[in-house]
């Protein structure tokens, strides 16, 4: 089986926002891989793990969609993976794409199953949900997603937008040709909508509905709080 080297790109999109968490969970990876931080405030110091391989990025002022791309500009891997801060990887993740991207090569990408660092009745129906979204081609960035460096070069990457540039990629990547979706599971982070599952379910039902409609990602990101 050929080498990947992959490019784990990992945003902060928000300086209280930490990828302690992401860190601690590239520990057991096995593969080639680089770590790249993209951040729009100068919040990294120095002394976390795999600091010998990591390359951190700071650019000010940009959209989510510039960031992502800000972080792609510095990635020499063959795939380039996307952590959601508070997300942690699957022991087996990096193993698990490399193994279904060669045995279907025609695969252009990915992501994986969902599953929340706390559970409740909510969480595991926020999962089913997002397990049905994700068959309908509809899926986010704490899910993991994952690309070949050639098709995302060919889409362009991530628009500049400040908000669902992660949906919209995933949406395009789908289009674009066939996509995994691995039975492993990513575990997010249940802290933004801590204390606040309501006013949280109502603003997203509210910000998709609008966008379906045509609203711009720019537009919408104003009233978007979590």
């Known amino acids: ?49 795999f600091e010998q391989k990591t390359t951190v990025v700071t650019q000010a002022g940009v959209t989510r969609g510039s960031l992502l791309n800000c ?13 959601w801060p508070g997300s942690r990887l699957p022991d087996d993740a990096l193993p698990a794409i490399k193994t279904n991207l060669s045995l279907l090569p025609q695969s252009v990408g990915g992501n994986f199953h969902v599953t929340y660092d706390e559970p409740s009745f909510f969480t595991r ?10 068959y309908q081609g509809r899926y986010f960035g704490h899910s993991g997603i994952f690309v070949r460096r050639e098709a995302f070069e060919a889409l362009g990457g991530f628009r500049d937008v400040d908000l669902l540039e992660d949906y919209d990629f995933a949406q395009r990547l789908d289009n674009y040709g066939a996509t995994l979706f691995l039975p492993q599971q990513i575990i997010a982070s249940t802290s933004r909508f801590q ?14 509905s609008l966008y379906r409609l045509g609203v711009s990602p720019n537009r919408l990101a104003k009233f978007y709080s979590g």
């Open 125 to 134: 129906r926020l999962e089913r949900l997002l397990k049905t979204w994700r």
């Open 195 to 208: 204390n606040r599952k309501i006013q949280a379910t109502v603003s997203w039902a509210i910000i998709y």
């Open 71 to 83: 972080g792609v500009t510095k990635a020499t891997g063959d795939v380039f993976l996307f952590l």
């Open 1 to 49: 089986m050929a080498t990947i080297l992959f490019s784990i790109i990992l945003p902060i999109f928000d300086p209280s926002q930490t990828i302690t968490a992401a860190l601690e969970s590239l520990s057991p990876q096995h593969g080639d891989f680089e770590v790249i931080v993209a951040q729009r405030y100068p919040v990294i110091a120095t002394g976390f793990p």
